[in-house]
């Protein structure tokens, strides 16, 4: 698999930390950038955290006008709108989509036609046209297009990307008890993009698994081929914690396993282990590509998004869907 036309890759793989506000000046603007909140409800803290990275959230659309008054009031949100039209007549300069698909498809969509940054709230889609309709307008208009991914919020994945090309050519990356789900299966496939490269084939068949089990009780639910020569073998269950799995990348001098905050490289030098901070409490991804948003409108340069971008969503996008041709129709996809 490629990445999409025109992306960089984010982050800055010469540190070993999330993309955050404490490693450049950026964050610091003039003023609070406007943004306004459309959001299903499902969670509540979310205009407290849009303003904790420095936004001014300034209005609030739900799926009901009477539900957009109540919830406005609720988030100290100053305006409350009656529907799509009314949010995008405002103004704002940017929206947070708090949405499922495809609703959150059109409503991106309609922001960034309308001149608007965005935030996409949750890695899913259901629309790869309309998000790449997103990028494409946005990119034209130097816009920024933000999305919130838990992995470019972990202190711990950062540092192993800083730190594995000391280990030379890469061979194998293990994950064992990885969330499972559309949201955990993007979050464990972006990681393997950061760590492995873009993808070649995917395999979600059973029977088509290189190595069926990665230990008594891990059977292998997802397996993928890497450009730089990983094969990546990934257990999935329910109620997995992204940082909580037991996370092993290996190459020809060397490997890296990681768990939670404990990282061990062993190679020629010898084993050393590293703690690396603990990831932000709650939903340390939206919290970061909030700050990532700040950043790069406050530097009126939306390419130095380091974070997760339109771009990263619709490649894991593209897996996710090869992984379901192999379920479905067995062996192994290509891309």
């Known amino acids: 698999m490629q990445r999409e036309p025109g992306h960089q890759p984010g982050g800055n793989p010469g540190s070993d930390g999330p993309p955050g506000r404490d490693r450049s000046g950026g964050d610091q603007v003039a003023r609070p950038i406007t943004i306004a909140l459309v959001t299903d409800g499902s969670e509540r803290a979310t205009a407290a955290l849009l303003r904790d990275a420095g936004l001014d959230v300034v209005g609030l659309l739900a799926p009901e006008p009477l539900e957009s008054l109540a919830w406005a009031a609720d988030a100290e949100a100053p305006r409350a709108y009656a529907d799509l039209a009314a949010l995008l007549s405002d103004d704002v300069e940017a929206v947070c989509v708090e949405l499922a698909p495809p609703a959150s498809d059109l409503v991106a969509q309609r922001a960034a036609e309308a001149g608007l940054h965005v935030l996409l709230a949750r890695a899913v889609t259901a629309d790869p046209a309309a998000l790449r309709a997103v990028a494409d307008v946005a990119e034209d208009a130097d816009l920024a297009h933000v999305v919130a ?151 009126d340069d939306p390419a130095v998004v380091r974070g997760a971008t339109v771009h990263d969503l619709l490649a894991v996008t593209r897996l996710r869907d090869a992984a379901r041709r192999s379920r479905d129709g067995g062996g192994w996809v290509e891309l």
Do not use: K, N, Y
């Open 149 to 299: 991914f838990d992995d470019r919020a972990w202190p711990a994945a950062w540092h192993v990307e800083a730190s594995a090309p000391a280990l030379g050519r890469l061979t194998q990356m293990t994950v064992v008890g990885a969330p499972s789900g559309p949201l955990g299966r993007a979050e464990v496939l972006d990681l393997a993009v950061r760590w492995c490269g873009d993808v070649l084939a995917v395999c979600a068949d059973p029977e088509g698994m290189p190595a069926r089990r990665l230990t008594a009780t891990a059977p292998v639910t997802l397996a993928l081929l890497t450009t730089s020569g990983a094969t990546v073998l990934v257990h999935e269950r329910m109620g997995g914690v992204l940082t909580e799995a037991t996370f092993t990348l290996c190459g020809e001098r060397g490997r890296i396993v990681v768990e939670g905050q404990q990282v061990r490289q062993a190679d020629q030098d010898g084993v050393r282990t590293v703690w690396t901070p603990a990831p932000a409490a709650g939903r340390s991804g939206l919290a970061e590509a909030a700050h990532e948003l700040v950043r790069a409108v406050g530097m």
